[in-house]
């Protein structure tokens, strides 16, 4: 069985903080290092978009516009996790977040390119 699962959203004032995580369990991900990350967001109304996506090493990141230098997404391949630590939240970051993996991927901006994906977990900013 192959599984994604996201935690650590919740509701946090704006200006605050939060760390997500998602962990990635199953045969598919044995070598966890085979598959590029990402993480995408959708809130009420709107389309999925991206957010951030690391490479398979860990050595290379991208990062949306909107949330660059507030936000940081890194990997530990031993824990076969991938984290989003967000700072300096603003309302606008209201969203449910996805993680997202891309098998031999570069790390893609794209949702379309991703293979596999988490259920998401919601984060609120109060304004």
């Known amino acids: 069985q192959v599984q994604l699962v996201e935690s650590g959203g919740g509701l946090v004032q704006a200006g605050g903080s939060l760390k997500l995580s998602c962990a990635a369990s199953?045969?598919?991900?044995?070598?966890?290092?085979?598959?590029?990350m990402g993480w995408f967001r959708q809130a009420p109304g709107k389309e999925r978009e991206f957010v951030a996506a690391i490479s398979r090493s860990g050595g290379r990141t991208s990062h949306a516009d909107s949330v660059k230098g507030r936000f940081t997404i890194s990997r530990d391949n031993a824990k076969n996790t991938v984290y989003l630590q967000m700072n300096s939240l603003k309302f606008e970051d209201t969203a449910v977040y996805y993680c997202?993996?891309?098998?031999?991927?570069?790390?893609?901006?794209?949702?379309?390119?991703?293979?596999?994906w988490g259920q998401g977990t919601q984060v609120t900013v109060s304004s």
């Open positions: 199953g045969r598919t991900f044995s070598t966890f290092s085979n598959y590029a």
């Open positions: 997202a993996a891309e098998a031999y991927g570069l790390g893609s901006a794209t949702s379309r390119s991703y293979n596999y």
